[in-house]
């Protein structure tokens, strides 16, 4: 397993100063979120993508994937009615993975709540019906460009489009896009699933379905800062021969984002040194 930290954790640093205090506390990559990296990141070219992943390697890191990817500019859905909002969101998305690639990501991690809600006056179906059409386009933009496209189940109270693992997986198999599977985040995987995350993990992992993996407590904080244990997490992952990225994707930074990154660098590896030295 190969740590990451999300970006955003450490945003208000240039992400020079990113790289090097991430490196400094033992990550190994960074996953980034667009927006941080670039005001209006439809405008970011290749170019730049291939600068960020300079600075990153220049500092000892790899750009492990992007998340948090329609954020920025506004406007985007996947899931409006609106045939040409979701055909600009669509091209961002094939954009997204075009940069992702030029960073040498390997994932993308769609979550993005807000852009994909049922619409005031649809269904439920009409607005998974469209999200899935976009997802498979997706998928294949993805396979063009040698990364993997990943649907994020988030928890109920963000989205109401795609909560748990099954859903992910059976937009997956109706989209038929090798390069599009989905991933498991604990913090959401806490609060909308049925089965414990190391139980899901053991469920799902076997499946190939699952291409990455992100860490966080279901209270938002950082791992090992909530009720969730993390050491059985990490042990269905070793035994499920996991040997990714595993990211570390806090929301509320306690004491704040350095403080944050380096508790859950320390806490993180000292339960991945545990697991890994013999009984």
């Given amino acids: 397993m190969k740590l990451a930290l999300c970006n955003e954790v450490l945003a208000p640093m240039p992400f020079e100063a990113q790289c090097r205090t991430a490196r400094a506390l033992g990550y190994a990559g960074l996953e980034v979120a667009p927006y941080t990296v670039c005001a209006d990141p439809a405008a970011m070219t290749i170019t730049q993508a291939r600068e960020l992943r300079q600075v990153a390697a220049d500092h000892g890191l790899e750009i492990s994937g992007l998340h948090w990817l329609l954020v920025k500019p506004d406007g985007l859905s996947i899931t409006d009615p609106d045939p040409a909002v979701r055909a600009r969101t669509v091209a961002f998305m094939r954009h997204l993975c075009e940069l992702c690639a030029a960073m040498g990501g390997r994932y993308l991690v769609h979550g993005s709540p807000g852009q994909r809600r049922v619409p005031q006056g649809d269904t439920h179906a009409q607005a998974l019906a469209r999200a899935t059409a976009a997802w498979a386009l997706a998928g294949e933009a993805a396979a063009s460009c040698g990364v993997t496209y990943c649907i994020e189940p988030l928890s109920r109270d963000q989205t109401d489009v795609v909560n748990t693992v099954a859903e992910a997986v059976a937009v997956v198999q ?18 909308a699933e049925d089965l414990p995350v190391p139980a899901l993990i ?3 992992l076997p499946s ?15 791992p090992g800062q909530g009720e969730m244990a993390f050491a059985p997490v990490l042990t269905a992952l070793r035994q499920g021969g996991w040997d990714g990225w595993v990211a570390v994707e806090p929301f509320d930074y306690v ?7 380096a508790w859950s660098a320390g806490y993180l590896k000292g339960l991945m040194e545990s697991l890994e030295a013999p009984v």
């Fill in 208 to 222: 190939g379905l699952v291409a990455h993996i992100q860490l966080n407590d279901p209270n938002r904080r950082a």
């Fill in 174 to 191: 109706a989209a038929g896009q090798p390069a599009l599977r989905t991933m498991i985040d604990t913090s959401s995987a806490g609060l």
């Fill in 255 to 261: 004491p704040d984002g350095p403080g944050c990154a």
């Fill in 202 to 204: 053991e469920r799902w």
